[in-house]
């Protein structure tokens, strides 16, 4: 079931010219149902103009301050992020769901780890997360922080990113990149590419000194990034990421015009959730598992509808679906027979999914 709860705005802010962090008021009843790991996000509800619209937004702040602060940076023709960075005030209410998402690992206050972060513009903010988290709780870890941006007026948490290197004084290093600002450095203008990953592999980067990788950022930085990686020597299981797609590829492109062909009228299909079991007909109008639920009258959990935020996850108990694009969930996830609903055609006469998971 797709729980919200109605949270007061306790502060908002601008933290560059097109960026508002905002800080939700959690009542002291609601605080265990929203404690949450770095790296994970919140999905916020409002109704704009008589619709209903949602979205997922990473928190920025860590566990350890106790504070729940989300980032929104204004999207071109964006409604939410619109409503967000210029309706939304301090005092006003607003509809949010319990933490979730697995970007991220535990913090292990023993362990001596050397992580690297690699972000693109509001990418920072489930970085910046995880930098903290780490940082406090393991006192022999350390971080690198490689940050890409247009300009330095641009960068989101500049101020802050700049106080924990000097609290973290020799455990955190920032490299800032910069695409549309020239500096006298050459490495630091422009995006990473095969010379500048070349030179940071070989001075900044010690590949077999390397616990863990995050990226966070537009699709075509993560892939390139975490291939150069591997390439370099880098084992696919250390790297972990979260995507901002901005367009589908080919193969994308391909399986969803072959699954908009595929036949779903007709097929039965049952919805366990919340213990309670919710059964449906597939109707030609919807072809994806979630919006033909929906239609049907079911609650369940959903935010951004386009493969990247795993809101609406659930796992497969019989039959079989296809998904047309996946950007959540990794392979592990995939062979545990999990799916992301919005993107989930049945493709045999009876499928059964558990969202209880």
């Known amino acids: 079931m797709a729980e919200f709860y109605s949270l007061k705005v306790a502060d908002i802010y601008k933290e560059t010219e097109d960026t508002s962090v905002v800080t939700f008021d959690i009542p002291q009843d609601l605080q265990n149902t929203f404690k949450f790991r770095q790296g994970q996000h919140l999905t916020l509800k409002e109704e704009i103009n008589g619709e ?10 860590s566990p350890i301050e106790n504070q729940w602060k989300v980032a929104v940076k204004q999207i071109p023709g964006g409604k939410f992020s619109t409503y967000i960075n210029q309706k939304l005030q301090a005092g006003n209410q607003i509809e949010v769901m319990a933490p979730t998402g697995n970007f991220g690992v535990e913090v292990q206050p023993k ?19 995880m930098i903290k988290a780490h940082l406090k709780a393991e006192p022999n870890s350390t971080c690198k922080l490689f940050y890409v941006n247009k300009t330095a007026k641009s960068i989101i948490f500049k101020e802050e990113l700049e106080q924990l290197r000097n609290t973290y004084f020799g455990r955190l290093e920032i490299y800032y990149f910069l695409t549309k600002e020239r500096r006298d450095i050459e490495l630091f203008n422009g995006r990473f590419d095969d010379v500048k990953m070349k030179v940071l592999t070989n001075t900044f980067i010690d590949i077999p000194d390397t616990s863990e990788v995050f ?24 790297i972990h990421y979260e995507l901002f797609v901005t367009g589908l590829s080919e193969e994308d492109i391909k399986r969803a015009e072959r699954l908009a062909q595929q036949n779903v009228e007709g097929i039965e299909v049952t919805i366990v959730d919340g213990g309670k079991e919710f059964a449906f007909t597939m109707t030609k109008e919807y072809d994806n598992i979630l919006d033909a639920a929906l239609n049907a009258g079911a609650d369940l959990p959903f935010a951004c509808k386009g493969g990247v935020c795993s809101t609406c996850k659930c796992e ?11 950007y959540a969930l990794d392979d592990k996830e ?4 999990l799916v992301l609903s919005c ?4 493709t045999t006469e009876k499928v059964v999914v558990d969202f209880d998971v």
């Open 111 to 129: 362990a001596s780890k050397n992580y690297l972060f690699f972000a693109a513009g509001s990418g920072i903010t489930p970085v910046l997360s």
């Open 316 to 326: 497969v108990k019989e039959g079989e679906v296809e998904m047309k694009i996946n």
């Open 215 to 238: 990226l966070c950022g537009p699709e075509a930085m993560v892939n390139y990034v975490s291939e150069y990686l591997i390439g370099a020597g880098l084992s696919k299981d250390l």
């Open 343 to 346: 993107q989930a055609v049945p």
């Open 334 to 337: 995939v062979s545990q027979n």
């Open 52 to 61: 209903d619209i949602r979205r997922s937004y990473s928190l920025c702040s």
